[in-house]
């Protein structure tokens, strides 16, 4: 098992930028994929990005192509989402989610391929 927690959630305005990082404990996590989703109110869970246990072949929705970066040191446990040109859409939790599987070649983007999760941070974009 693996113990995740998010940080860097908060207020911003449409344009602006925003830095999330995950912390993980427990479990060895540099060979794992890390995964960013988020769930917007009254939607379900999405799939934003993720990144390979190899720090390469990142995967990005194509809503977030372009302005996220998903990017991990494997030395500090912490997977990042740095967020630029947010948008009022981008609003929603922003969940830090970890692979159920070691070593995985392909970078999954589907929460079942997901087997630890953190509590959420909150990401809220003005327009």
């Known amino acids: 098992q693996v113990q995740l927690v998010e940080s860097g959630g908060g207020l911003v305005q449409a344009g602006g930028s925003l830095r999330l990082s995950c912390a993980a404990s427990?479990?060895?996590?540099?060979?794992?994929?890390m995964g960013w989703f988020r769930q917007a109110p009254g939607k379900e869970r999405e799939f934003v990005a993720a990144?390979?246990?190899?720090?390469?072949?990142?995967n990005y929705a194509d809503s977030v192509k372009g302005r996220f970066t998903i990017s991990r040191d494997n030395a500090k446990k912490t997977v990042y989402l740095q967020m630029n040109s947010l948008k009022p859409e981008d609003t929603a939790i922003y969940y830090c989610?970890?692979?159920?599987?070691?070593?995985?070649?392909?970078?999954?983007?589907?929460?079942?391929?997901?087997?630890?999760w953190g509590q959420g941070t909150q990401v809220t974009v003005s327009s």
């Open positions: 990144i390979s246990w190899t720090g390469t072949s990142p």
């Open positions: 989610a970890a692979d159920r599987t070691a070593c995985r070649a392909v970078v999954p983007n589907t929460g079942a391929d997901f087997g630890s």
């Open positions: 427990g479990r060895t996590f540099s060979r794992y994929v």
